[in-house]
């Protein structure tokens, strides 16, 4: 059974820094593009940002471009999202989802195959 475990999350205030987690069961991790999406209050899920299989290839959404860095690390079979520089509109429940891919540097935006339960991200102005 496929499991996608986010942590991390908590309470933070403006100009401070999270390390989301996403860590992987039931599936060979390195096979898999992994994104993460977040969903503000009264608002659709968005896209974050996304990395590649092999970790080389990564992408970010306009509002947290030089904020915020994804990475992966295949042998512990986890995604890590670093946010920095933290803003109230930050604020949203963070979800990861893999995407199987034989492409080795190709990210995606969609069309993932496995999310996660979610983690909440509150940032405190």
């Known amino acids: 059974q496929v499991q996608l475990v986010e942590s991390g999350g908590g309470l933070v205030q403006a100009g401070g820094s999270l390390r989301l987690s996403c860590a992987a069961t039931g599936l060979t991790f390195s096979g898999y593009a992994v994104g993460w999406f977040r969903r503000a209050p009264g608002k659709d899920r968005a896209f974050v940002a996304a990395i590649s299989r092999s970790g080389r290839g990564t992408s970010y959404a306009d509002s947290v471009k030089g904020r915020f860095t994804i990475s992966r690390d295949n042998d512990k079979n986890t995604v890590y999202l670093q946010m920095n520089s933290l803003k109230p509109e930050d604020t949203a429940v963070y979800y990861c989802?893999?995407?199987?891919?034989?492409?080795?540097?190709?990210?995606?935006?969609?069309?993932?195959?496995?999310w996660g339960q979610g983690t909440q991200v509150t940032v405190s102005s």
């Open positions: 989802a893999a995407k199987s891919t034989t492409v080795n540097n190709s990210y995606y935006f969609s069309g993932y195959d496995y």
